[in-house]
T-cell receptor, first 114, second 113 residues
Framework: DSGVTQTPKHLITATGQRVTLRCSPR?????VYWYQQSLDQGLQFLIQ???????AKGNILERFSAQQFPDLHSELNLSSLELGDSALYFC?????????????FGPGTRLTVL | DAKTTQPPSMDCAEGRAANLPCNHS???????VYWYRQIHSQGPQYIIH???NNETNEMASLIITEDRKSSTLILPHATLRDTAVYYC??????????????FGTGTSLTVIP
């Protein structure tokens, strides 16, 4: 158990819909990262937050957005969903923004878009 | 961040050492080598990281060549539970930004009974 929690575990929805994925980092970790893993793309970095502020962006679509709240939990919002958005979405946390140490990954949310 | 090259798959007999190679010939002086693994569809799990010196922890050993252009992850006594995809990642810390990991395709290790 990494200490990072993600909800829900599974999500099934239809094209065009909007969903919110939630992540609670390890206690004391200020930095949260979101990754997407699809069959054809592998693990792709989406976005990073540190103590409520966006710090880095990766391959995140404009239809996707994220935020980190004062209690440090983070939400990833996916809108106008397409079939290709079906993937595993992982959240990771670390204790420093420039940490040389490991990122701790949550169990993921499996999103299926029908 | 430097690119890495790993063999797509490897087999290892249970109880034997698993040696997973990684090439990172374009690595720069301030880039670290990290190893993660992913068991089935679980979240990736940190294994070990290093800069220049060889490193060892309770999970594995990391051997980095003197020129730092390649490294080897060693699982000393592989068990069936070590069957996973192993990712070698080279990453520079860029202060408050750019600390994300870029995962390649990794090596799928199968431990055989």
């Amino acid at each position: 158990d990494s200490g990072v929690t993600q909800t829900p575990k599974h999500l099934i929805t239809a094209t065009g819909q909007r969903v919110t994925l939630r992540c609670s980092p390890r206690s004391g970790d200020l930095s949260v990262y979101w990754y997407q893993q699809s069959l054809d793309q592998g693990l792709q970095f989406l976005i990073q937050y540190y103590n409520g502020e966006e710090r880095a962006k990766g391959n995140i679509l404009e239809r996707f957005s994220a935020q980190q709240f004062p209690d440090l939990h983070s939400e990833l919002n996916l809108s106008s969903l397409e079939l290709g958005d079906s993937a595993l979405y992982f959240c990771a946390s670390s204790n420093r923004p420039s940490s040389y140490n490991e990122q701790f990954f949550g169990p993921g949310t499996r999103l299926t878009v029908l | 961040d430097a690119k890495t090259t790993q063999p797509p798959s490897m087999d290892c007999a249970e109880g034997r050492a698993a040696n997973l190679p990684c090439n990172h010939s374009t690595i720069s002086g301030n880039e670290y080598v990290y190893w993660y693994r992913q068991i089935h569809s679980q979240g990736p799990q940190y294994i070990i990281h290093g800069l220049k010196n060889n490193e060892t922890n309770e999970m594995a050993s990391l051997i980095i060549t003197e020129d730092r252009k390649s490294s080897t992850l060693i699982l000393p006594h592989a068990t069936l539970r070590d069957t996973a995809v192993y990712y070698c990642i080279v990453r520079e810390s860029k202060g408050y930004t750019g600390n994300q990991f870029y995962f390649g395709t990794g090596t799928s290790l199968t431990v055989i009974p």
